[in-house]
């Protein structure tokens, strides 16, 4: 049963690892991986010499920072929140709506988006209703960054509750009634029980998205953004498609891919390395 799994990671996740050789190579598609002469390091000097190398890296941070600001406590909020209702059925109908939105496909958000945040939109119609000038979001740079997390807090929160509702499902009841004999109200439990059983999840959790810092979606951004956005909406992923899957520079590309992926396992590493020296929860 585990043959599918591991041929799968050997086919789509080793197996190209020997095609990172082409970061270091003037790829042509003519002369192959192996026949490509070698030019050592020159793909990566040309990135970081290039005009658009601070403003991806700080777009890429940023936007992942504001992500993890705001998106990944907000799960850890609701599942709280949910947890503390009493009525089965409100509680149920709270979960149904909150992960019903982790089903609707990115496009069919984006173009719901567009059709609310337009100058002829929902939102915009409001807004001139009371005589308020309108704002065209979407060509907008300042309001990018804005619009893209807080769709993304929308559309993730509820599915990103499941694992710590799971988690908190595992909690010895006991502690609980040995709080409320000792006088704890709800928001002492929640405090003093609740978080630090929990705390061992969200560490884990937090080290895979610290993880993740480098890397956004790019079909999101791709979707979203415009010429007017780049400013505060290209990243390295929707960089990496215009040069390598447009202008087919691959070499070049695979070199910025490649500086992506060590810092994140750089970030990875140090994550871990930190919470290990200051707690008992690791990943590994």
Do not use: C
């Not at 010499?49 to 990944?72: A, D, K, P």
């Not at 740079?141 to 694992?163: A, D, N, T």
């Not at 215009?242 to 994550?271: D, P």
């Amino acid at each position: 049963m585990a043959l599918p799994v591991i041929a799968y990671y050997l086919i789509f996740h080793y197996g190209p690892i020997l095609g990172l050789q082409i970061a270091f190579k003037d790829y042509g598609p003519v002369d192959g991986i192996w026949g490509s002469p070698w030019i050592g390091f020159t793909n990566f000097q040309d990135f970081f010499e290039s005009f658009y190398f601070w403003r991806l890296v700080r777009n890429t941070i940023l936007i992942n920072v504001y992500e993890l600001m705001f998106g990944f406590p907000a799960a850890i909020i609701l599942a709280l929140l949910l947890n503390e209702i009493r009525s089965t059925l409100f509680k149920r109908a709270v979960q149904t709506i909150s992960y019903l939105p982790h089903f609707i496909s990115i496009v069919v958000v984006v173009g719901m988006m567009v059709d609310f945040l337009n100058r002829d939109g929902l939102i915009n119609q409001i807004m001139d209703s009371f005589g308020l000038e309108t704002i065209a979001f979407l060509q907008q740079p300042e309001w990018f960054r804005f619009l893209f997390v807080s769709s993304g807090v929308w559309q993730g929160i509820g599915w990103g509750s499941i694992i710590y509702l799971a988690a908190i499902a595992t909690i010895d009841p006991t502690l609980y009634e040995a709080a409320k004999i000792d006088g704890a109200g709800r928001w002492k439990q929640v405090l003093h029980i609740t978080i630090p059983g929990i705390m061992p999840t969200i560490v884990i959790l937090f080290i895979l998205a610290l993880g993740s810092m480098m890397s956004v979606g790019s079909e999101k951004v791709l979707l979203m953004y415009n010429a007017q956005t780049y400013v505060t909406g290209d990243v390295i992923s929707t960089y990496v498609y215009r040069k390598g899957i447009l202008e087919a520079n691959y070499g070049y590309t695979a070199a910025v891919g490649l500086f992506n992926s060590v810092i994140s396992f750089i970030l990875i590493v140090a994550a871990n390395m930190v919470s290990r020296r200051v707690s008992e929860n690791k990943l590994w």
